[in-house]
């Protein structure tokens, strides 16, 4: 199960807080969520503080995201170490 809520936005970011697990259908969902704010060109955000779990289509998604600009948050060192390849094209700033 994967939880999605928004945090205020600041400086026209918008942050989104996923938690849980980001796999099987729940990857789709993050996917569309996150296309509501990138796809209107907005700045977005992922805090992922209380993600417990990302399965390789999670990965692509993430890595996908990064590629278009989205910042990371609150990762947890097992996530940074699982999404390694990800991390590799966000700036470090964003990766903390």
């Known amino acids: 199960?994967?939880?999605?809520?928004?945090?205020p936005s600041s400086a026209g970011i918008t942050t989104?807080?996923?938690?849980?697990r980001l796999s099987g259908p729940w990857v789709e969902e993050a996917?569309?969520?996150c296309e509501l704010y990138t796809g209107n060109g907005r700045r977005l955000n992922l805090d992922l503080?209380?993600?417990?779990?990302?399965?390789?289509e999670g990965i692509a998604l993430l890595k996908t995201?990064?590629?278009s600009?989205?910042?990371f948050t609150n990762c947890s060192q097992f996530?940074?170490?699982r999404m390694?390849?990800?991390f590799e094209h966000v700036p470090r700033s964003e990766t903390l």
């Open 49 to 56: 503080a209380e993600l417990s779990f990302v399965d390789r």
């Open 65 to 67: 995201l990064a590629k």
């Open 84 to 86: 390694k390849e990800v």
């Open 69 to 71: 600009e989205v910042g």
């Open 1 to 7: 199960m994967l939880r999605i809520s928004e945090s």
């Open 16 to 20: 989104l807080r996923l938690e849980g």
């Open 79 to 81: 996530l940074k170490e």
């Open 31 to 33: 996917r569309r969520s």
